[in-house]
């Protein structure tokens, strides 16, 4: 009979109502954290025994602190409840082949989208269990939970919007603080709306002696509840094993444990010697008892000898459940760390030994890793070194192929440190390769960076010339200064060590060198090894050559006169994705990606579009955090360029959290870049510029994507009329043409520049920046190889740019077609923003219906941009509407330099003070003369008085 339950009323009756309300359609996930023996999983047990009570299924999934646990354990276990429960809900689901690929495979068959990709199934297949009766979902010990698992549970709290469903999991906070990873994913599954936490303290004084009352059969001493509350801090656990002490006759001054292994010890020094030495090989095979196992490396049956430890309560049969477990994981770890780490080492080899016969199976293979590494790592003489790194190469690689890319990276982490002093070097140096892999998959890239800089060493020093270029080769795609750098040299070095004969790694090297020219300024060199690549790899007809060399041509000709050829780049990718791509998944991301660059500096928005509905499954089948950081950079371009600032700050958030993780310090600096442009397009005040480390900052100024930041920087400040702080983030632009600025980002930053120029009054660059954008008059302002935002028709561009140079019906035909553009393509902030330019241009030349026309185009850009919340433009627009004084000739520039002018400033005083150059204060002067109609500065003082009056 089970003790009865004390304390924690307050806790139980807030998740009864959790449960009313997922009754009703409202499902949530809890989080019951607290130390261990705090109580956590018996509050969850009540909960279930008055959820069962009302016909509402119970499915229990626990999580296991082995290491060979397999990737979705606590699913697995759920799942299998369900079967038990309902087996009609689990058609689609095998419940054994959770983590398999061919589970995602028969997802997608069934229908296009990340619907079918393993999260959605789960969770469709979980919604749909709940319909009838409602469904709690106990997950039991959640720190111990992988990754991958992790984010499951998110993806289910996320996506069960509508189900009977309630989730309830258990968490010691304090070992997720030695965790950051784990940490994180259930810091993440806190925040979301749908979750809460509920932290368990220990019990009342009054709570414990009702407690200690049901084990010693009568109500304690005052002194032995303050005795037992003092030692044990009213731990329920704690409470309830020196209760046992005391029921069993020791005396209440006898010298009680201060940890919990010795209250252990006393306990199970009452059971059976032959029990004990049962539990002996139990607490190391693991928290759930395996007869079978147990049996095999005891040479006898284990049931009668496990019985006491049932009795004692040592060992408990969760309900529905034939296999035994240990009652509480701190019991196990007590017995463990009783033995010894000799006596563990024995043990693992034996348990090794038991499970060989069955290593070919896959769910066997991680445990039998699990064993065989701890008793190599133990000093067990009796295990073969090199069979036992191979068992756990194997459980590593497995994890790989199952996509749970965490455990995989792990797993091959602990290759290496059980195989330090034992492997060859050059051993070492493919594990530190095959490591990197694992770590760039899991989005470890700052992990996968050092791995592989430890790998090339390694590999220099040895002269292993293969390992050197396939270290040279793991990380891919990302742009990060100093790591361009360092692969550079990589490069150089492996290409020299492998020769100049045609070959799969001398192609795939030459792509990879070109990715790195890009960056550090080399465009020529850029060109010129991407084609010799694509040469080589055509010659050689290796398909994996020809994915990195089609990838180093992307690059080459990702400027905007290269769009036409992207496209086609991307298609023949995606061609080779269905024929003959070692990994036909990432083909087709990346050629989807591609393909979806190029349409939107096209202009084809609507195809664009299409082609992101089909990168989606693509980016959630390969369960890699890189890809789906690409799709959500996609989907905020049409999100920024249509004006819906919630929804990019929504998906630039993941997106920052993605590159956060990854210590990916090129897309973090992407994530302030977009931050920043919607704070800029809103007029949002709100944001620090503190938070731009100084040494990143610094640091990105090599890198590609800092001119953007740049730009995004200087038209924040001028939007909120901060002009030297502009000023400030202008002046540090790298200049037009600069090496700096790579050709995929030029035309944004041109665009950009001329935008900030025109509104600081500096007419300098406008010359050369209606040059360089006169041949993409037809194209759209959006990076060339990782877009991320839209800004509108490069027609508006030009037509600013004309104006400021004077050629106003010039700059009046280009802002006309650029709102045309725009407004065809839905792009409303930027048409908007076309029609104020327009506006402004228009109350400058001063024909006929000039001035009418251009209140009119004003009051439509007000009207605009206050429905999308762009107040900056709003405000504008809104004082041109109100007829200035001086008729809207004037730009605010020159309306700033006619006043100082006023003031009988030198044209030298005026630049020091404006902090432009003294040759731009001529140029705005010669502009308000021909504008007013004046010929000389007096006439200027004298109409700036007036104007003030």
Same mark, same amino acid.
């Given at each position: 009979?089970?003790?009865?339950?004390?304390?924690?009323?307050?806790?139980?009756?807030?998740?009864?109502?959790?449960?009313?309300?997922?009754?009703?359609?409202?499902?949530?996930?809890?989080?019951?954290?607290?130390?261990?023996?705090?109580?956590?999983?018996?509050?969850?047990?009540?909960?279930?025994?008055?959820?069962?009570?009302?016909?509402?299924?119970?499915?229990?999934?626990?999580?296991?602190?082995?290491?060979?646990?397999?990737?979705?354990?606590?699913?697995?276990? #759920?799942?299998?409840?369900?079967?038990?429960?309902?087996?009609?809900?689990?058609?689609?689901?095998?419940?054994?082949?959770?983590?398999?690929?061919?589970?995602?495979?028969?997802?997608?068959?069934?229908?296009?989208?990340?619907?079918?990709?393993?999260?959605?199934?789960?969770?469709?297949?979980?919604?749909?269990?709940?319909?009838?009766?409602?469904?709690?979902?106990?997950?039991?010990?959640?720190?111990?939970?992988?990754?991958?698992?992790?984010?499951?549970?998110?993806?289910?709290?996320?996506?069960?919007?509508?189900?009977?469903?309630?989730?309830?999991?258990?968490?010691?906070?304090?070992?997720?603080?030695?965790?950051?990873?784990?940490?994180?994913?259930?810091?993440?599954?806190?925040?979301?709306?749908?979750?809460?936490?509920?932290?368990?303290?220990?019990?009342?004084?009054?709570?414990?002696?009702?407690?200690?009352?049901?084990?010693?059969?009568?109500?304690?001493?005052?002194?032995?509840?303050?005795?037992?509350?003092?030692?044990?801090?009213?731990?329920?656990?704690?409470?309830?094993?020196?209760?046992?002490?005391?029921?069993?006759?020791?005396?209440?001054?006898?010298?009680?444990?201060?940890?919990?292994?010795?209250?252990?010890?006393?306990?199970?020094?009452?059971?059976?010697?032959?029990?004990?030495?049962?539990?002996?090989?139990?607490?190391?095979?693991?928290?759930?008892?395996?007869?079978?196992?147990?049996?095999?490396?005891?040479?006898?049956?284990?049931?009668?000898?496990?019985?006491?430890?049932?009795?004692?309560?040592?060992?408990?049969?969760?309900?529905?459940?034939?296999?035994?477990?240990?009652?509480?994981?701190?019991?196990?770890?007590?017995?463990?760390?009783?033995?010894?780490?000799?006596?563990?080492?024995?043990?693992?080899?034996?348990?090794?030994?038991?499970?060989?016969?069955?290593?070919?199976?896959?769910?066997?293979?991680?445990?039998?890793?699990?064993?065989?590494?701890?008793?190599?790592?133990?000093?067990?003489?009796?295990?073969?070194?090199?069979?036992?790194?191979?068992?756990?190469?194997?459980?590593?690689?497995?994890?790989?192929?199952?996509?749970?890319?965490?455990?995989?990276?792990?797993?091959?982490?602990?290759?290496?440190?059980?195989?330090?002093?034992?492997?060859?070097?050059?051993?070492?140096?493919?594990?530190?390769?095959?490591?990197?892999?694992?770590?760039?998959?899991?989005?470890?890239?700052?992990?996968?960076?050092?791995?592989?800089?430890?790998?090339?060493?390694?590999?220099?020093?040895?002269?292993?010339?293969?390992?050197?270029?396939?270290?040279?080769?793991?990380?891919?795609?990302?742009?990060?200064?100093?790591?361009?750098?360092?692969?550079?040299?990589?490069?150089?070095?492996?290409?020299?060590?492998?020769?100049?004969?045609?070959?799969?790694?001398?192609?795939?090297?030459?792509?990879?060198?070109?990715?790195?020219?890009?960056?550090?300024?080399?465009?020529?060199?850029?060109?010129?090894?991407?084609?010799?690549?694509?040469?080589?790899?055509?010659?050689?007809?290796?398909?994996?050559?020809?994915?990195?060399?089609?990838?180093?041509?992307?690059?080459?000709?990702?400027?905007?006169?290269?769009?036409?050829?992207?496209?086609?780049?991307?298609?023949?990718?995606?061609?080779?994705?269905?024929?003959?791509?070692?990994?036909?998944?990432?083909?087709?991301?990346?050629?989807?990606?591609?393909?979806?660059?190029?349409?939107?500096?096209?202009?084809?928005?609507?195809?664009?579009?299409?082609?992101?509905?089909?990168?989606?499954?693509?980016?959630?089948?390969?369960?890699?955090?890189?890809?789906?950081?690409?799709?959500?950079?996609?989907?905020? #371009?049409?999100?920024?360029?249509?004006?819906?600032?919630?929804?990019?700050?929504?998906?630039?958030?993941?997106?920052?959290?993605?590159?956060?993780?990854?210590?990916?310090?090129?897309?973090?600096?992407?994530?302030?870049?977009?931050?920043?442009?919607?704070?800029?397009?809103?007029?949002?005040?709100?944001?620090?510029?503190?938070?731009?480390?100084?040494?990143?900052?610094?640091?990105?100024?090599?890198?590609?994507?800092?001119?953007?930041?740049?730009?995004?920087?200087?038209?924040?400040?001028?939007?909120?009329?901060?002009?030297?702080?502009?000023?400030?983030?202008?002046?540090?632009?790298?200049?037009?043409?600069?090496?700096?600025?790579?050709?995929?980002?030029?035309?944004?930053?041109?665009?950009?520049?001329?935008?900030?120029?025109?509104?600081?009054?500096?007419?300098?660059?406008?010359?050369?920046?209606?040059?360089?954008?006169?041949?993409?008059?037809?194209?759209?302002?959006?990076?060339?190889?990782?877009?991320?935002?839209?800004?509108?028709?490069?027609?508006?561009?030009?037509?600013?740019?004309?104006?400021?140079?004077?050629?106003?019906?010039?700059?009046?035909?280009?802002?006309?077609?650029?709102?045309?553009?725009?407004?065809?393509?839905?792009?409303?902030?930027?048409?908007?923003?076309?029609?104020?330019?327009?506006?402004?241009?228009?109350?400058?030349?001063?024909?006929?219906?000039?001035?009418?026309?251009?209140?009119?185009?004003?009051?439509?850009?007000?009207?605009?941009?206050?429905?999308?919340?762009?107040?900056?433009?709003?405000?504008?627009?809104?004082?041109?509407?109100?007829?200035?004084?001086?008729?809207?000739?004037?730009?605010?520039?020159?309306?700033?330099?006619?006043?100082?002018?006023?003031?009988?400033?030198?044209?030298?005083?005026?630049?020091?003070?404006?902090?432009?150059?003294?040759?731009?204060?001529?140029?705005?002067?010669?502009?308000?003369?021909?504008?007013?109609?004046?010929?000389?500065?007096?006439?200027?003082?004298?109409?700036?008085?007036?104007?003030?009056?």
């Amino acid at each position: 009979m089970a003790p009865r339950y004390v304390g924690r009323a307050t806790e139980l009756g807030g998740l009864a109502r959790r449960l009313d309300a997922a009754l009703a359609g409202d499902p949530s996930v809890v989080l019951v954290a607290g130390e261990p023996g705090i109580g956590k999983t018996r509050l969850v047990t009540e909960l279930a025994r008055l959820a069962g009570a009302r016909g509402v299924p119970v499915l229990w999934g626990r999580c296991s602190d082995d290491a060979g646990a397999p990737a979705y354990w606590p699913w697995r276990g #759920v799942l299998r409840a369900l079967h038990a429960t309902a087996p009609d809900a689990l058609a689609a689901v095998d419940p054994t082949d959770l983590a398999e690929p061919a589970l995602l495979a028969a997802g997608s068959a069934a229908g296009a989208g990340e619907r079918f990709v393993l999260f959605d199934v789960v969770t469709r297949t979980l919604t749909a269990a709940s319909a009838t009766t409602g469904l709690l979902i106990a997950l039991d010990d959640l720190q111990w939970a992988d990754p991958d698992s992790l984010a499951l549970l998110a993806h289910l709290a996320r996506d069960a919007a509508g189900a009977r469903l309630l989730v309830v999991a258990t968490v010691r906070p304090g070992e997720l603080g030695a965790d950051p990873e784990r940490a994180g994913h259930v810091a993440r599954i806190e925040a979301l709306p749908t979750a809460e936490r509920l932290d368990l303290d220990g019990l009342a004084d009054d709570e414990i002696a009702d407690a200690l009352a049901d084990v010693l059969g009568g109500a304690p001493t005052r002194e032995v509840v303050a005795d037992v509350a003092a030692r044990s801090g009213g731990n329920p656990f704690f409470v309830a094993e020196l209760g046992r002490v005391l029921a069993a006759g020791a005396l209440r001054d006898d010298a009680v444990p201060a940890a919990v292994r010795d209250v252990v010890r006393l306990r199970l020094a009452r059971l059976p010697a032959g029990c004990r030495a049962v539990l002996d090989v139990a607490a190391v095979a693991g928290a759930e008892i395996d007869e079978s196992l147990l049996r095999t490396v005891l040479g006898a049956p284990v049931a009668d000898a496990l019985r006491p430890a049932l009795d004692d309560g040592v060992l408990v049969r969760p309900p529905g459940r034939t296999a035994l477990r240990f009652a509480h994981d701190i019991v196990r770890e007590a017995l463990s760390d009783v033995l010894g780490a000799q006596e563990r080492a024995r043990l693992h080899g034996r348990l090794a030994v038991a499970l060989a016969p069955r290593a070919d199976d896959p769910d066997v293979l991680p445990e039998l890793a699990r064993h065989a590494l701890a008793a190599l790592a133990g000093g067990d003489p009796a295990q073969d070194p090199e069979q036992a790194l191979d068992l756990a190469r194997g459980a590593a690689r497995l994890a790989g192929t199952r996509l749970a890319f965490a455990e995989s990276a792990r797993r091959h982490a602990h290759v290496l440190e059980a195989g330090r002093g034992i492997v060859a070097p050059a051993r070492r140096a493919r594990d530190l390769v095959e490591l990197a892999r694992a770590q760039l998959r899991a989005h470890a890239v700052s992990d996968a960076v050092a791995t592989c800089a430890s790998a090339v060493e390694l590999a220099r020093h040895i002269g292993d010339a293969t390992v050197l270029a396939e270290a040279a080769l793991v990380v891919q795609g990302i742009s990060d200064a100093e790591l361009l750098i360092a692969q550079r040299g990589w490069c150089d070095d492996a290409l020299a060590a492998v020769g100049p004969d045609d070959g799969p790694l001398r192609a795939q090297l030459l792509a990879q060198l070109a990715h790195t020219l890009l960056f550090l300024g080399r465009p020529d060199e850029v060109e010129g090894r991407s084609r010799e690549a694509l040469a080589m790899a055509e010659r050689i007809g290796d398909p994996a050559s020809l994915v990195a060399a089609l990838r180093a041509r992307q690059l080459a000709r990702s400027g905007p006169e290269g769009h036409a050829e992207r496209y086609a780049l991307g298609t023949r990718l995606l061609d080779l994705a269905a024929d003959g791509a070692p990994d036909p998944v990432d083909a087709a991301l990346w050629g989807r990606l591609w393909r979806f660059d190029a349409l939107c500096q096209q202009g084809r928005f609507d195809d664009a579009e299409q082609e992101l509905d089909r990168l989606a499954p693509v980016a959630a089948a390969t369960r890699q955090p890189l890809a789906r950081l690409h799709q959500l950079r996609s989907r905020i #371009v049409f999100a920024f360029g249509r004006g819906r600032f919630d929804e990019v700050r929504r998906l630039n958030q993941e997106a920052a959290q993605l590159a956060e993780h990854g210590r990916h310090a090129g897309a973090t600096m992407t994530a302030l870049a977009v931050e920043w442009q919607v704070a800029k397009m809103v007029g949002d005040d709100g944001l620090d510029e503190t938070r731009l480390d100084p040494g990143m900052v610094e640091a990105g100024r090599q890198s590609p994507v800092f001119a953007v930041l740049g730009t995004t920087m200087a038209s924040w400040h001028l939007a909120l009329y901060r002009r030297d702080e502009a000023l400030r983030w202008y002046r540090d632009l790298p200049p037009p043409g600069s090496p700096r600025i790579p050709r995929f980002m030029c035309l944004v930053v041109e665009a950009l520049r001329v935008q900030i120029a025109a509104d600081l009054g500096d007419s300098a660059p406008m010359q050369e920046a209606y040059r360089f954008l006169t041949p993409f008059a037809d194209l759209f302002v959006v990076g060339g190889a990782g877009a991320t935002a839209t800004h509108g028709s490069v027609q508006q561009y030009l037509g600013i740019a004309a104006g400021e140079l004077g050629r106003t019906d010039v700059a009046i035909r280009h802002l006309r077609a650029g709102i045309d553009a725009d407004d065809a393509r839905g792009l409303a902030p930027f048409a908007a923003s076309g029609r104020y330019r327009l506006a402004v241009v228009l109350s400058r030349r001063g024909r006929p219906g000039d001035s009418d026309e251009a209140r009119a185009l004003a009051r439509r850009a007000a009207a605009t941009a206050a429905t999308l919340g762009m107040q900056p433009l709003r405000r504008m627009a809104a004082e041109l509407v109100d007829n200035p004084r001086d008729g809207g000739v004037l730009s605010p520039r020159e309306a700033e330099i006619a006043e100082l002018v006023a003031r009988g400033m030198t044209n030298r005083a005026i630049a020091e003070t404006a902090h432009i150059s003294e040759r731009t204060v001529e140029t705005h002067v010669a502009h308000i003369l021909a504008k007013l109609g004046f010929s000389g500065r007096s006439q200027i003082a004298a109409w700036a008085v007036t104007r003030e009056s």
